[in-house]
């Protein structure tokens, strides 16, 4: 057993005697005392940036945990079914909730940041978008504004196109999951001989990654020097992950879109079979 540390004993009440506390104003707030976060919170929000986004981790550990007692049957005989399962429930619970939390609240904070700050990315320099979209709105987004609309055009269709225009526009025209926006290529242009030319590394994305693992501030940087509070540093992140780059596509992609809450369930936008389809392109070796 542990040993367990005793806080010092309170000073014997004649040594405090004669001694004026201080009194406290009503008016004015105290010393603030400075947030703690929990470990595994504070993780969770990284493994949701950079391992996987949508997955629950509470299966993920369980179905590790059985994979462990499976490969680890000779020391795990030393116990009981029941104490088995009881360790299981303790560990999985105990930890899964933490981290959860961390990566949905990562991922709540990223989507309430890059609300704002993509109005900046895609505003040419000098110039101001017609009609003007409001940071703290997103029903001017999507296919509601022709900006936004131009960037989140299925690549391979022809938004100068009147008919592909207008059915986009008024929904007659589904977007798929696997119909990625132009936005994903470098100077909006697609090529159908070669899908993989300048995808997934230009403008609005690599805005989007520094603004998400190195700083805002280093957005307009060439080479940004990663400061001692920003996410890559803090998690020990040298270089880019597929996962985080799917992550980042799908923030921007919300962004740009007329969605208002950014959730799994969603099928306007339908975020997660967005976000695995790119994942699962980074992650086929033929490709």
């Known amino acids: 057993m542990n040993p367990v540390n005793v806080p010092d004993a309170a000073p014997p009440k004649s040594s405090m005697m004669g001694v004026k506390q201080p009194q406290l104003n009503a008016l ?8 703690v976060q929990d470990p595994l919170v504070h993780h969770g929000r990284h493994f949701g940036h950079v391992i996987h986004s949508f997955c629950s981790v509470l299966t993920l550990l369980t179905n590790g945990l059985a994979m462990m007692c ?4 000779r020391n795990l005989e030393m116990f009981s079914d029941y104490e088995r399962k009881e360790y299981s429930v303790f560990y999985v619970i105990a930890i899964t909730e933490l981290i959860q939390r961390g990566a949905n609240g990562a991922r709540a904070d990223d989507t309430k940041g890059m609300k704002c700050t993509i109005i900046d990315w895609i505003t040419p320099k000098g110039q101001t978008l017609n009609p003007h979209i409001p940071c703290n709105a997103k029903s001017a987004r999507g296919f509601n504004h022709e900006h936004t609309s131009t960037l989140l055009c299925p690549a391979g269709y022809d938004w100068s196109n009147a008919e592909i225009k207008e059915k986009l526009c008024n929904g007659q025209l589904r977007v798929a999951r696997d119909q990625w926006p132009i936005f994903l290529y470098a100077n909006y242009a697609y090529d159908a001989e070669d899908p993989w030319n300048s995808l997934l590394c230009y403008g609005i994305l690599i805005s989007a990654y520094k603004y998400i693992f190195t ?3 280093s957005i307009d940087l060439e080479e940004p020097k990663a400061t001692c509070s920003c996410n890559a540093r803090n998690h020990g992140m040298h270089s880019v992950t597929k996962a985080s780059i799917a992550y980042v596509a799908t923030q921007a992609r919300f962004a740009l879109t007329s969605a208002q809450v950014f959730s799994h369930t969603d099928l306007l936008t339908d975020s997660e079979q967005f976000y695995n389809s790119i994942l699962e392109l980074l992650d086929d070796p033929d490709e």
């Open 28 to 35: 004015q707030r105290g010393p603030r005392k400075q947030p």
């Open 70 to 73: 499976e490969l680890e049957d």
């Open 215 to 217: 700083s805002p501030s």
